[in-house]
């Protein structure tokens, strides 16, 4: 069978190191809704205030970072996805970003022009979020009904506590588990936190400690926050690792609003000043290596923490394109329901 296609999703990268791209990627990104939540007129402003200084550092860090073959996102994505050629059975397999390219509509387009009437979309991303998950599907859907794609679509739920993706990155991991160190520090991207409140049903959300802790089924199902604690907890249980050996923090703050806590990097400084000498990073919000564990942890976090009294940063690689990550990929997508 061919007309059966698997579609995956990631977020996305520069076409280059250039300030022009990296200004272009950054607008496209942070214009969507789903990512800076405001009126359009509000968003418009803060967008080009942000505009005026961001794509110069960025390109700094995109360039400290940069591969011979390009993004290393988009490469080692593009390498996912070529295994995953092997693993999916039904048809064709594709690679889009939500923000740049390979574009979600010219991917789209290229599997109708092979005659796909069936897509599985995989969004790449472990936990739920309306900056992540919402808008590729919402994004998909717009492409298909513009262009008059009459497709069925099946989506690839997150996936943050299945046990295929658990034991893949407890494979991932378990050589650098191996090693030598003081303490495991799982920093997942952080969010603000009003994205957290208008989708929690109860008005519970973040009042108390423990909230994610105690969150029902219903709203566990659409908070980003409690699905990465059940991650890091997932993980922590399968690879048998002590109480007080490792936590939970959240990186990749932008602008002034308050964001979920605790912070990476006064995380780091804290685990520090408890004379933690030698930490172990992993990120298990991105399945792929990006500017924000490369650049972020694994360079400016890495500072940080050697700055404040730490000895030695190791940044855990991501899952990328590793075997049991792509046996675990196709058991989520085999299953996935249809949704159109």
Known sequence: MTDHALLLVNLGSPASTDVA?????????LMDPYVIDLPWPVRRLLVSLILI???????HA???IWWEQGSPLVVLSQRLAEAMRSEWQHGPVELAMRYGQPSIESSLKRLAAKGVTQVTLAPLYPQFADSTTTTVIE???RVMRDNAMNMRL???????????YIDALVASAAPHLQQEYDHLLL????????????LDPTGHCLKGADCCQTASDEVVARCYRAQCIRSAEAFARKTGLADGTWSVSFQSRLGRAKWIEPYTEPHLQA???QGV?????MCPAFVADCIETLEEIGDRANEVFIEAGGESLQLVPCLNDHPEWVKALGALCARAPQQL
Do not use: T
Not at 188 to 198: A, I, M, T, W, Y
């Open 21 to 29: 791209d990296v200004r272009s990627y950054l607008n496209q990104f």
């Open 139 to 141: 994004e998909v859907k």
């Open 187 to 198: 920093s997942f991207h952080g969010l603000p936190e009003r994205h957290l409140r208008k």
């Open 271 to 273: 685990l520090a000043a």
């Open 277 to 281: 000498k030698k930490v172990l990073v």
């Open 62 to 64: 995109y360039a400290s």
């Open 154 to 164: 099946s989506i690839v739920a997150p996936f943050y506590d299945q046990p295929e």
């Open 53 to 59: 200084k961001r794509p110069e550092q960025s390109a």
